[in-house]
Structure formats: structure tokens, C-alpha cells
């Protein structure tokens, strides 16, 4: 069975909980009539923070491509000292994490 974007984001969640770090899913979706909120426009889909370290996750599933709100909020988070993955699955969600945060999180110790 081919993992699915919520699957991915699902285990993604569980993976920075196992790890200590806070959490959570961002549902930034439009409401009818109302325009999303210029700060939030291009967030990812997880956002955390890893023993004070900020990151944000975009899962990115088959053709799906990065939009050019995205590209810009990566851009300043990036910026600002934080870390931005963009993972097409777990597997490589966990890569960039291990690459990135290992020795930071309680399993770096």
C-alpha cells in the first residue's frame, strides 16, 4: 500500500513526539469568503520546535510541487535561523531530521 500524504505528515508528528520536541499539525485552509492570513500563506504542513530549534515540514506526495508562497515562506524561515524540510515520505522526512537535529534531541545524547 502506497503511504499517503496524511500518513506521512501522521508519522511525522508521532516520530517529533517520540523525540521530545513540540508538535503540531498546521491546517492552514481556506475559508469561504475569507482570505488566509498573509503571515500564514506558504507555512508548512508541520510545524515544531526541536529542543529550541524551530522547523517547519512541507510534505510534498507524487507531482505535487512546492508553490511560490512556499518557496518564499521557506525562504524566510530559512532566513531567520529556522530549518525547512520539504519530504515526498517518512523516510525522508527522517534523513533530513537525523542529519539535522540528531545530536540536538535527547536521542543525540
Known sequence: MTETANDTTR???DYLAI???MAFRNNIRPIPNRKAPKNHK????VIACVNGFYLEVEVKHGDDVMS???IDHRAKVLSSGGSYFTVKDFTDF???FKQTFHSRTRFGK
Open 11 to 13: 508519522k511525522i508528528l
Open 19 to 21: 523525540t521530545g520536541a
Open 42 to 45: 506558504g507555512s508548512g504542513d
Open 94 to 96: 527522517e534523513t533530513q
Open 68 to 70: 511560490q508562497d512556499q
